[in-house]
């Protein structure tokens, strides 16, 4: 991670979908330079819906995904010290067969929602709060990018729940560090934490620092300190509710 910013001009040649795509990735200060300069959204949500529904609506069409489903309810709901009863666990057997398509549906729906309130929010506190000057084109153009992470993460992830047979992310630090039983504080708190979420925050900082030509450090130790918080809240909550 790169402390200051050096502020580059846009690219002579405007860089097509496939380009920016796999520049964010790869060089994403010269390639969050070029989406700034020339903020088009439609082209890389197109691409990240196309690749997180189809890999979620496979899975659940299969017999695998669809058992993952129902355990990942019974766990999650035990979780919280609210176990599901068995109507609704025969309800909820019945419907597993539509998951897939609540899933396309409910993707569909959420990515560009949670990208407005995303972009919503920066620019609040870039344009509104610190005084800078971008069009809230830019900020939501470099956060349709950054969700290009976003689709990496369900890429990776998709295969090896399949093969895991379960929905859990294999990016989360208890995934990476299966040190602590499953019902302790420690082990809550690593689930609530993904490796691709933190790469996907610290390359969001590094899009709005190149956009408001500010260091990307500061903006990315804000974005982790306030995710760390929230899998702190959730973990807390878990364990107060489960009686731990």
């Known amino acids: 991670m790169v402390d200051t910013l050096s502020p580059q001009s846009a690219s002579p040649q405007p860089r097509g979908l496939a380009r920016r795509v796999f520049g964010v990735l790869t060089s994403p200060r010269a390639t969050y330079a070029d989406v700034a300069a020339r903020p088009r959204s439609l082209g890389v949500f197109v691409v990240v819906l196309a690749i997180t529904i189809a890999s979620s609506t496979w899975l659940l069409s299969t017999e695998v995904g669809q058992k993952a489903l129902i355990d990942q309810q019974l766990q999650t709901a035990e979780a919280f010290g609210r176990p599901i009863p068995d109507a609704q666990y025969e309800q909820l057997k019945r419907f597993v067969g539509y998951s897939m398509y609540f899933a396309a549906v409910g993707q569909l729906i959420f990515l560009p929602l949670a990208a407005l309130a995303i972009a919503g929010v920066a620019f609040a506190i870039f344009n509104g709060g610190l005084g800078a000057d971008a069009a809230f084109k830019q900020v939501f153009a470099i956060v349709a990018f950054s969700g290009v992470l976003i689709g990496l993460k369900t890429l990776f992830s998709t295969p090896l729940n399949y093969a895991r047979e379960s929905l859990s992310s294999p990016a989360t630090l208890t995934a990476v560090l299966p ?18 979420y933190i790469w996907w925050m610290v390359n969001l900082a590094i899009g709005l620092g190149v956009l408001y030509k500010r260091r990307t450090a500061p903006i990315a130790t804000t974005f982790l300190l306030v995710y760390g918080a929230i899998a702190l809240t959730i973990a807390a909550v878990r364990s107060v509710l489960a009686g731990a």
């Open 179 to 196: 040190f602590f039983e499953d019902n302790t504080f420690a082990a809550r708190l690593l689930g609530s934490i993904d490796l691709f």
